[in-house]
Nanobody, 118 residues
Framework: QVQLVESGGGLVQPGGSLRLSCAASGLTFSNYAMGWYRQAPGKERELVAAITRAGGTFTYANFVKGRFTISRDNVKNMVYLQMNSLKPDDTAVYYC???????????WGQGIQVTVSS
């Protein structure tokens, strides 16, 4: 059974930092590209950052470039999102996603709340 479990969310003041973690199990982690998405109330889910299987290529949404960093550890089956200089607009539920080969389904975590507020 595939599981993606996010952790590290919470309440932070504007300008602060958080590090999200996603622990993957039940899949061959190194076969999956990984991504972080977010969904704010009343808005569609959107890509925040993605990283390829070996971790050599990154994709970032324009609204997080220079502030967020995605990384992965293929030994520990973990993917991370370091979030710096957080803004109130970053408030959302953040989801971890595993994207595998075309013949395999994608997998989502349950999501974790990030709230940026003073």
């Amino acid at each position: 059974q595939v599981q993606l479990v996010e952790s590290g969310g919470g309440l932070v003041q504007p300008g602060g930092s958080l590090r999200l973690s996603c622990a993957a199990s039940g899949l061959t982690f190194s076969n999956y590209a990984m991504g972080w998405y977010r969904q704010a109330p009343g808005k569609e889910r959107e890509l925040v950052a993605a990283i390829t299987r070996a971790g050599g290529t990154f994709t970032y949404a324009n609204f997080v470039k220079g502030r967020f960093t995605i990384s992965r550890d293929n030994v520990k089956n973990m993917v991370y999102l370091q979030m710096n200089s957080l803004k109130p607009d970053d408030t959302a539920v953040y989801y971890c996603k595993a994207t595998g080969p075309t013949w395999a389904p994608d997998y989502w975590g349950q999501g974790i709340q990030v709230t940026v507020s003073s």
